[in-house]
């Protein structure tokens, strides 16, 4: 059965290049006839990556540990979701699975985007197959998951135990939907590039593209947080380390990129950004994965101990200068159809956006690459933590909130001064009253206060913005408050959804600034019974004991949560002890959490059997509010890119000659 | 024998992936004619023209909530008006161009259908341009392609 799934590898490592052939060539020789089959080429790359990953399903399940995949990365007595979440546990399995979902991208883009552009479709459908002759070689050749065992193990090592929870199951899922999703706007771009259609029409099709990638990188990305916090055990959900930072960059780039279109389709403008954000979106993928898979952040020399290093590496160099040398050579179609009218507009908040959020992302690459520059240009690895990146990027962030308030406020084109007083009273009141009445309540650290500040500002704006807008709607056509208000959604889905999405946001960061500089922590080692506290509560050590599961133990304490004096609940953190792997225990936290704060326990270790057990226990102010806003941004998502019933436009014949009305 | 399975299942793939992608090509199709470009012209000018018309709806919304003085949006929505019949116009103008290569070729495919010596079919122009032809009995002008006068029923000649 392995064998099978081998079988198809090749026959689409074939398919592929003969893709990319017929698409170059269907250009060059305008042959409708190669395109078609190009896309169809595009099909079978889908159909038969669908049915690999079947197989190594098939083998997973049915415990073939012949396969050298399935005996590393799954036993016996895995829960069945853990056996089919191994598909992505390991380096081999996740590379398939990448091509796979490449697989269903480029097959949806060719069902559903061919009528769109026709002129670019050779080139995207050479570029899409050229990124899958990448990855099926890099399968092949380097990871294969069919290779076989000379004998055949009784058991296999099982899953790692960081991986057998189901934030685990769903992160890399949500991930990989996002990384591939972009694979296609990109290869418009790169087809838009090379055969000189550079108009602005293949933008509208890409942005609703794009979108999708976005929000399913959106939960990957908050799913791994959530993760994180819950699993390590450190307190934290955001610890900036390398395989963070890689799933960030191409989140940054890519919200660059939504915002940054909005003006390329208005006025024919950021033209360039908008290409290097869409390519750097891409790009920042591929190293995002190198960076995580190759271990070259550790040494420099680690990457070069299998072989996906050097052909990521090489695939990233020419990918980068092929770009390079596009963009040169098609400089001057990209030039802007128009200029800023005026500095105090929408179109600058916009390009500050751009600016912004390419300040974040290079400090976050430098920062995450600079273990490996200092170890190729000086003699001593240097290594650069948390510290730097909150020193450096939380700012900046604090104001790009601060640009989420002004930007919505400013009209397109020019603002004046009537216009802005107008616009920016309530807003500018609002974040004064809240930095006062952070003061009087005894704050006196300068970044929590610009940070609730801003953010009441942003929120005062999104109020104005949908109360004004309501208002419009509800003078025009006489609607009852409640149906303008829907309808807000249903005429400017974009805008509106957008909104919400900056609600998200805010709400996100009101949990990030609590959590960030009003944790409060300690730590104790206790006899049973003994106490220790934390803020306003009492947590009283109540013994040790154990519970068997399928393939772990799991080892928890008994601690009773009382609040002046009575108890509030019980709370059980525990430590796994996995019977494969018992030198890697995983600690499960035990949380309590609220609106107002998370209690968040860590059962650190025990001596004696349990007589003594020691514990680090944490308070997060307002942690919920980041996951809450999670969703809300989520949800913000789903409104912007939900098909709507367009309304059907009715042309108007102007007669030759006339000019309008203005 | 998993082995001759295997090998089997794989020549079967192999075929029906390559009939399958080839077919295409194999089935000969047509090859770019002026008519796709043209084609490809008009859906840059509807997306320009789609994109002015959500323009002003914009400016429209904004002004409605504010953020525009009366008079910066008349300016603007004056721009974007005019830039909007602009593209009309041109939409209009590559219309025109388009209709006339279809008549172009629906004669000449009339010209084939009755084609041959001695026949009295109209001629069709063969270069680009249609050139106005008159009624050598009534004088009245005939469109391409016509067999006989529309105004006098005079059969018309090659020529």
């Known amino acids: ?662 | 024998m998993l082995d001759a399975l295997v090998i089997v299942f794989a020549a079967l793939v192999a075929a029906g992936t390559f009939l399958f992608v080839l077919q295409p090509v194999l089935t000969q199709a047509v090859a770019v004619s002026d008519e796709e470009e043209t084609v490809e012209t008009l859906e840059e000018l509807y997306a320009q023209r789609d994109a002015l018309y959500r323009s002003i709806k914009e400016l429209e919304f904004d002004y409605r909530v504010g953020k525009l003085t009366d008079e910066d949006y008349q300016r603007f929505v004056g721009q974007l008006k005019r830039q909007a019949a602009d593209v009309l116009r041109r939409i209009d103008q590559v219309k025109e161009a388009q209709a006339t290569i279809r008549q172009r070729l629906e004669a000449q495919i009339q010209a084939l259908r009755h084609g041959g010596a001695g026949s009295r079919a109209a001629v069709v122009p063969e270069t680009g341009g249609v050139k106005p032809r008159f009624c050598p009995q009534c004088g009245a002008p005939v469109r391409p392609g016509d067999k006989f006068c529309s105004q006098c029923g005079a059969p018309l000649t090659v020529g």
Not at chain 1, 362 to 375: A, V
């Open chain 1, 1 to 662: 059965m392995a064998d099978v799934g081998f079988v198809v590898l090749v026959i689409s490592f074939v398919v592929t290049l003969y893709g990319i052939l017929a698409g170059v060539l269907a250009h060059h020789w305008r042959r409708p006839d190669l395109v078609e089959s190009s896309r169809r080429a595009l099909y079978v790359f889908g159909a038969l990556m669908t049915v690999a990953v079947a197989v190594l399903w098939y083998l997973l399940l049915t415990d073939d540990f012949t396969v050298e995949y399935v005996a590393g990365h799954s036993e016996r007595a895995l829960p069945t979701l853990y056996k089919v979440a191994a598909l992505w546990g390991g380096q081999e399995g996740s590379l398939l699975f990448w091509t796979f979902i490449l697989g269903l991208y480029a097959v949806a883009a060719a069902l559903f985007l061919h009528e769109r552009h026709p002129e670019l479709n050779a080139y995207v459908y050479a570029v899409l197959h050229g990124i899958a002759f990448f990855f099926l070689a890099v399968v092949i050749f380097a990871a294969n998951p069919f290779a076989l065992l000379p004998f055949r193990p009784q058991d296999g090592n099982g899953l790692d135990p960081l991986l057998q929870n189901y934030w685990m199951v769903a992160h890399p899922v949500g991930l990989y939907l996002g990384y591939i999703g972009f694979s296609v706007p990109l290869a418009y771009a790169i087809a838009s590039l090379i055969t000189g259609n550079v108009g602005n029409t293949w933008l509208k099709t890409i942005r609703r593209w794009t979108l999708v990638p976005w929000f399913f990188l959106s939960i990957g990305i908050l799913l791994g947080s959530q993760w994180a916090y819950m699993e390590l055990g450190w307190g934290g959900y955001w610890a900036w380390d390398p395989v963070e930072n890689a799933s960030l960059l191409p989140w940054l780039t890519g919200t660059a990129f939504l915002h940054s279109i909005m003006i390329q389709e208005r006025r024919g403008m950021l033209k360039v950004w908008n290409m290097v954000l869409i390519f750097l979106t891409f790009w920042l993928t591929i190293l995002g994965t190198f960076i995580t898979r190759s271990g070259v952040i550790e040494s420099v020399h680690a990457f070069a101990i299998s072989n996906i290093g050097p052909m990521f590496l090489v695939f990233l160099a020419v990918t980068l200068l092929g770009f390079l040398y596009l963009l040169f050579s098609r400089y001057p179609l990209l030039r802007s159809e128009n200029e800023l009218d005026a500095i105090l507009s929408r179109e600058t908040t916009f390009l500050l956006n751009n600016v912004i959020f390419a300040t974040i992302a290079f400090t976050t690459l430098l920062g995450t690459t600079w273990p490996i520059l200092s170890e190729l240009f000086t003699a001593d690895k240097l290594t650069v933590s948390a510290p730097f990146f909150n020193k450096v990027n939380g700012p900046i962030m604090a104001g790009l909130i601060l640009l989420m308030a002004i930007c919505p406020l400013l009209p397109w084109r020019r603002a004046n001064w009537t216009v802005l007083k107008r616009q920016f009273l309530w807003p500018v009141v609002a974040a004064v009253l809240a930095v006062i009445l952070l003061v009087v309540l005894g704050e006196r650290r300068g970044w929590p206060i610009l940070g609730f500040g801003s953010v009441v500002m942003v929120a005062a704006t999104l109020v104005q913005e949908f109360a004004r807008g309501v208002r419009a709607r509800m003078r025009a056509t006489k609607e009852p408050p409640w149906t303008a208000f829907v309808m807000l959604f249903r005429r400017n889905q974009r805008r509106y959804g957008g909104y919400i999405v900056h609600l998200g946001v805010i709400i996100m960061a009101v949990g990030i600034i609590g959590s960030g500089f009003y944790q409060v922590d300690n730590q104790a080692a206790l006899k049973v019974g003994e106490s220790m506290t934390i803020g306003p509560y009492t947590l009283r050590y109540d013994g040790l004991a154990e519970r068997r599961r399928s393939n772990h133990a799991e080892v928890y304490a008994k601690v009773t949560l009382l609040k002046d004096g009575k108890p509030l609940a019980l709370m059980e953190p525990k430590r796994n002890i996995y019977d494969k792997r018992p030198e890697q225990p995983i600690s499960e936290v035990a949380l309590r959490f609220g609106w107002k704060e998370d209690l968040y326990l860590v059962l650190a270790g025990w001596e004696k059997g349990g007589e003594i057990a020691s514990f680090k226990a944490y308070i997060n102010p307002l942690m919920s509010w980041l996951w809450f806003g999670g969703l809300v941004l989520i949800f913000g998502a789903l409104i912007a890119m939900w098909p709507m019933p367009q309304r059907r436009r009715v042309a108007v014949r102007i007669p030759k000659g006339a000019v309008p009305q203005t």
